[in-house]
């Protein structure tokens, strides 16, 4: 069975060398061995993966391929520093796979030039263009989408149609959200400015810091506790925290948060741009001796049986248009996804971060 494991040679970089030698020691014998006439049966029997996913998220997909083939998972979870940690180990990393949200940690690894092109005719056919790099070095595996929620109490939903309201002085002293700066938001800013151009997208951000109730602050969650408390009334967030918080058995507290708000899809009318999404995704390392196996199971995860956990587990959206959100998800209203590609967001963010340091969002 796999399990999920940090081995030394993970874990503590001093002591990196010496297990690595001790790594290559190991697989030097196996080659031998393999070279004595015994090639044909010397398939990957693991695959290692860096993940900055939840490790009760991936584990039950990761049991199901092992049982489904024979192969089995090493992952390290990292919940931040993949990057650096990928950049310091160069060519020597033990990961064959990253697993990872968001456009703008895919991309930031993208740039190291860590990922190898991925010629798949199943992954090109299950994940839609613009939710896959156009180089082929990353994949989407599920989408989010960064929402408005609003108070279930003060707010007609109806109230709010477009992202771009919100920058409207009817809401003044009524929005809380977390840091500008944050991944989450500065990705939204920056599909703003994909559709609407800097200095439209600025004079929004500008809006919308002037109708703050409270400094930017907190996680998602913590937006719809203010709005619980009556601190505001609208907020920003991303989907899947509404779900966490509705079937929250350890921190019940936060099942009354959910009940306090009202999921607001944005930017839905005919003519325009769809509500704003982000992925979580996978990409195989240039390193990696294991690129057949890998491949395989990245197509493994993008067929709909798995599409359907890997996206439910976590309350998110498959990537694969064929295959439905989850039924409790789906109650919650279906959308139009925004038709922007993600890598389009990638680019813009640079100016979406200086627009958040001018407006202080
Ligand atoms: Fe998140």
Redesign the pocket.
Same mark, same amino acid.
């Given at each position: 069975m796999t399990a999920v494991i940090s081995y030394g040679f993970f874990r503590d970089n001093s002591r990196l060398s010496v297990s690595r030698l001790c790594v290559i020691l190991i697989l030097s014998a196996a080659f031998l061995i393999a070279g004595a006439g015994l090639i044909r049966t010397a398939k990957a029997e693991t695959l290692n993966i860096y993940s900055s996913r939840n490790p009760q998220l991936i584990q039950p997909l990761l049991d199901a391929y092992t049982d489904e083939t024979g192969i089995s998972f090493k992952v390290l979870h990292l919940s931040d520093g993949m990057a650096q940690r990928l950049e310091a180990e160069a060519d020597n990393t033990p990961a064959d796979m990253v697993l990872t949200?968001d456009i703008s940690r895919l991309s930031e690894l993208d740039k190291l030039h860590i990922f190898t092109a991925v010629d798949s005719s199943i992954l090109t056919t299950n994940i839609p263009a613009k939710w896959r790099d156009e180089d082929h070095h990353w994949f989407g595996l599920s989408v989010r989408a960064r929402v408005a929620v609003v108070s279930a109490d003060r707010v007609d939903p109806d109230e709010l149609k477009q992202i771009e309201d919100l920058a409207d002085s009817r809401w003044r002293g009524r929005i809380c959200t977390r840091k500008g700066s944050h991944p #989450?938001n500065r990705a939204l800013l920056a599909s703003i400015i994909a559709h609407n151009g800097a200095e439209a997208a600025q004079e929004w951000a500008e809006g919308l810091v002037a109708n703050l109730a409270r400094k930017p602050q907190g996680n998602?969650r913590a937006q719809a506790r203010a709005i619980h408390a009556g601190l505001c009334d609208v907020a920003l967030m991303?989907t #899947?925290?509404y779900g966490l918080m509705k079937f929250n058995l350890k921190k019940t507290e936060q099942q009354e948060w959910a009940k306090s708000i009202r999921i607001v899809f944005l930017n839905q009318g005919d003519d325009d741009h769809g509500q704003h999404v982000n992925i979580t995704g996978a990409a195989i390392l240039e390193s990696s001796e294991k690129y057949d196996e890998a491949v395989a199971f990245l197509e493994w995860l993008s067929q709909p049986e798995a599409q359907r956990v890997y996206a439910s587990t976590n309350y998110e959206y498959p990537v694969n248009p064929n295959v439905a959100p989850d039924a409790e998800i789906a109650s919650w209203g279906t959308f139009r996804a925004d038709d922007l590609s993600v890598q389009e967001l990638a680019k813009h963010a640079p100016m979406a971060q200086r627009i958040i340091n001018i407006t202080g969002w």
């Open positions: 949200t #989450y998602d991303n #899947y925290y």
